[in-house]
């Protein structure tokens, strides 16, 4: 029987691993009604960054900035390779992105594609972007800065910064805030973080999480396990107070 329930479906940062991607969208197997989404990321430190960006930019997929996709960007500003910027970028993976793309080197093309990726996305009852939102500023005072970097003064609110809308993101790996396990999808103030370390050794999980459904399909990016659960399965709470206390000892 065919379904007919459109979904959307948000992926996590996939760090240049287009293997994971595609077993992932395999289990997830969307259909021509469902909106896919990438919070952002595509690129650095996994193996096939050229491949991930090829595959999303011709897809009907949308696609946010991530900070990744904005370090690039930064080494080709104004159409000159940029020194400082582009030593930023090597030390943050840009190495393995450079491999992927080969002796030719990164096409203009997927510089100009990168360029007219949005930062943020309103679904209405969910909020997508990269990294989350300064909760001292209104959405129209900030920028690419806060979008696509920002994290223990996003993760620490004690109230939703949204009081109709759930943020969904990617960015800060969730076993790297306090009480959450690798692999596992961290939930805060009005906040679901989906960045569950596929290129990190500790984790290796690649995650999709069904908005439609409330259903979480992961892969793991080395082992090639495929897993789905429910979400309330999947979720681990993140303490406001202790993201606080971290925050203040850094």
Not at 56 to 69: I, T
Not at 153 to 176: A, C, L, N, V, W
Not at 209 to 223: F, K, P
Request: contains cysteine.
């Amino acid at each position: 029987m065919r379904r007919t329930t459109q979904r959307r479906i948000v992926i996590g940062d996939v760090h240049g691993h287009y293997d994971g991607l595609i077993k992932l969208l395999d289990a997830i197997a969307p259909n021509s009604d469902d909106e896919v989404y990438f919070v952002g990321d595509l690129i650095d430190r996994g193996p096939q960054s050229a491949q991930v960006v090829q595959f999303v930019k011709q897809s009907p997929y949308k696609c946010l900035l991530g900070n990744h996709e904005q370090m690039l960007l930064d080494v080709f500003a104004d159409g000159e390779i940029y020194g400082p910027a582009l030593q930023a970028w090597l030390y943050s993976g840009g190495h393995a992105t450079a491999n992927s793309y080969g002796d030719e080197g990164i096409p203009q093309e997927d510089i100009d594609w990168l360029r007219t990726l949005p930062t943020y996305l309103d679904l209405g009852d969910f909020w997508l972007v990269h990294a989350g939102v300064n909760p001292q500023l209104p959405i129209e005072k900030q920028s690419a800065e806060e979008f696509c970097w920002i994290r223990e003064e996003f993760h620490s609110i004690r109230q939703p910064y949204f009081q109709d809308k759930m943020i969904i993101t990617g960015h800060t790996i969730t076993f790297t805030l306090p009480g959450v396990e690798p692999g596992k999808i961290a939930q805060g103030n009005g906040w679901l973080d989906i960045d569950t370390g596929a290129y990190h050794q500790k984790s290796g999980w690649l995650t999709a999480l069904d908005l439609t459904n409330y259903i979480v399909y992961q892969v793991h990016v080395e082992r090639r396990r495929v897993r789905k659960m429910a979400l309330k399965d999947a979720v681990a709470r993140v303490d406001p107070l202790r993201v606080t206390k971290r925050r203040h000892k850094l």
